[in-house]
């Protein structure tokens, strides 16, 4: 039960690290490699998926740690959980929202919430930087859609 609640807890820190590296880092001095995720993408993959393929081999690094180190055992499902946050990720941000698998067709409606939050975000390259728990900030939600501001007129 431990390991559950410790797996638990990293799936839920990784959304706080996430949206703190994406605000952060990814916004301002890493600008030059997520630039790609927020420009029309050309080809299979944009130059912003190098981002979360480091945070796979930091995954695997505490992963392997938690293996070869026995007083850092907790880290295995520490790494568990940091790996499902991924999963969710990559499920919610590029295939829900993002439709980036083609033969997985997706309603958007399933992921209202998620899809309406990081449209905020690409809208405004601001708030929300979150990704599998978004928090509109309250003088946004205006602008999302069915709010009472034509969302055209700022554009
Ligand atoms: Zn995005
Ligand atoms: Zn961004």
Not at 111 to 119: E, G, L, N, R, V
Request: charged share 15%; proline share 6%; with cysteine.
């Amino acid at each position: 039960m431990k390991e559950a609640s410790l797996a638990l807890t990293a799936f839920i820190l990784m959304e706080l690290v996430a949206s703190l590296a994406h605000r952060l880092i990814f916004h301002r001095f890493g600008y030059g490699i997520h630039e790609s995720h927020h420009l029309p993408r050309a080809g299979i993959f944009e130059k912003n998926d190098f981002y979360p393929l480091i945070s796979a081999c930091i995954t695997m690094a505490v992963i392997a740690l938690g293996i070869w180190v026995r007083p850092l055992q907790f880290l295995i499902p520490v790494g568990f959980g940091m790996t499902a946050y991924g999963v969710a990720y990559f499920f919610i941000h590029d295939l829900a929202v993002h439709q980036r698998a083609g033969w997985l067709k997706m309603n958007p409606s399933w992921f209202k919430w998620h899809y309406q939050a990081h449209m905020l975000h690409h809208r405004f390259s601001g708030a929300p930087y979150g990704f599998v728990f978004p928090v509109v900030p309250k003088r946004l939600k205006k602008y999302l859609p069915g709010g009472n501001e034509n969302p055209s007129k700022n554009e």
